[in-house]
């Protein structure tokens, strides 16, 4: 018998996505319905519930739970199961207002023009938007990213049960990592892992995330290095260059029985500490018993403090999940150590000095910014090995350089009059 950690409120996960001979039942009864434009988080939550992440949900949620989650991190029609993000559709009005009780409608994504599922609306509800920002994102302020899209949603919510039927372009586009989490406990169970430690990234790994995912290792059997391939910000690095750089560096610095990369559709929300207990709860459901909350988990810009992921793991009640934290400061390499180090290990607090060719010139931690990395690598000055490895560098260096190449060239054409329109 699995020794995994169990699904979230739930012996076994509950994937709602239709398989074979009922999914293309399903997909000809859909042809007859009512189309209901989706976006991409709905589509995104969506197929985490079609495959069982979202395990115990059985649809969007309606409007008790709406307030549950917003106000107590509950569900009222889950015997007050935890659960930190409502999961909602939204409908504009003259659309919401076709659609009689108990009726089934099909989901369409407008991305990709794809019927991705189909819904029993059991429930018809608008929402104080303004509310569940300042509940879930503690902010109403328009330039959040995740608060722009909650208030940019149309009208009225739709609620009820949900048949999915497609995974869209993420089986096929990331073919290596992407897995079902009944398909990542099989993994674990194959290695003899019995606790897992979930690393959750949207950004290159640098030395620091390695560092986070080496002591996992120490702690627990095994590291899932689980990176999000749905919709980031725009001048946020592509998912297919992190899976390569990922592949680099675990080749090439990690025991492979103790690490498997992973991937999971969802958008992110950044909402900060909130959006680090939901990505615990889909990490029970994958069988994960610890995540790695670093600093400033799912956060963007200064909405939240550097710590408040590590905190709100303290003010749940005991129990809401049977997965743990692995709270880890901020960690860097360290000259003065002459190791990688972090805020809580680290006496010496001044910064390394990096000159212009990459050279350390003295100093203690190396905390080198986004913008400093990006211009050693464009000028082709040699990037500190102590912050990232070669093997990293040379991946997303190329990356870069295509991406200039690109944007010169459309430079040059509207420059000179080529460009229509
Ligand atoms: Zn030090």
Request: proline fraction near 6%; charged fraction near 25%; hydrophobic fraction near 40%.
């Amino acid at each position: 018998m699995s020794k995994l950690v169990p699904p979230h409120g739930s012996d076994t996960l509950k994937p709602l996505l239709l398989e074979g001979e009922a999914r293309e039942e399903e997909i000809k009864r859909a042809a007859g319905l009512k189309k209901v434009p989706i976006t991409s988080r709905e589509t995104g939550d969506l197929i985490m519930m079609g495959i069982g992440a979202f395990t115990p949900l059985d649809g969007f949620m309606g409007k008790a739970d709406w307030q549950g989650c917003c106000d107590t991190f509950t569900m009222p029609t889950k015997n007050n199961l935890f659960w930190p993000i409502p999961i909602t559709l939204s409908a504009e009005k003259a659309l919401a207002d076709s659609i009689g009780a108990n009726e089934e409608v099909a989901l369409w994504d407008t991305d990709t023009d794809t019927l991705m599922g189909t819904m029993t609306v059991t429930e018809k509800y608008t929402i104080d938007k303004a509310h569940e920002c300042e509940m879930v994102f503690k902010t109403t302020d328009e330039a959040h990213p995740g608060v722009q899209k909650v208030m940019a949603q149309a009208e009225v919510n739709l609620a009820g049960p949900v048949k999915v039927l497609s995974e869209s372009f993420y089986p096929e586009m990331f073919k290596e990592i992407y897995q079902r989490p009944a398909e990542a406990r099989k993994m674990f169970e194959e290695r003899g892992w019995n606790t897992v430690a979930a690393l959750q990234l949207r950004n290159p790994m640098h030395n620091s995330h390695a560092y986070l995912a080496w002591i996992a290792i120490e702690v627990c059997d095994g590291v899932y290095i689980h990176q999000l391939v749905g919709k980031l910000k725009p001048g946020d690095i592509p998912a297919e260059v992190r899976v390569k750089a990922i592949d680099a560096l675990v080749n090439n610095y990690f025991r492979k029985e103790r690490v498997i990369q992973g991937g999971y559709p969802l958008e992110m929300r950044y909402a900060g500490p909130r959006e680090a207990l939901l990505h615990a709860v889909f990490r029970q459901n994958y069988g994960c018993s610890h995540l790695i909350v670093g600093r400033d988990h799912a956060g963007v810009g200064d909405y939240y403090g550097p710590f408040d992921a590590h905190k709100i793991f303290h003010e749940i009640p005991h129990g809401a999940l049977k997965l743990q934290p692995l709270c880890m400061d901020w960690t860097f390499y360290c000259f003065k150590c002459g190791s990688m180090a972090s805020m809580k290990t680290c006496p010496h607090k001044e910064k390394a000095i990096i000159d212009d060719n990459g050279q350390y010139q003295g100093g203690a931690r190396l905390l080198l910014s986004g913008t400093m990395l990006r211009k050693l690598m464009s000028e082709g000055k040699p990037v500190p090995k102590e912050f990232s490895k070669p093997e990293v560098i040379a991946i997303l260096k190329d990356y870069y350089d295509h991406l200039e190449k690109k944007v010169e060239v459309k430079l040059h054409g509207a420059a000179t009059g080529d460009v229509k329109n």
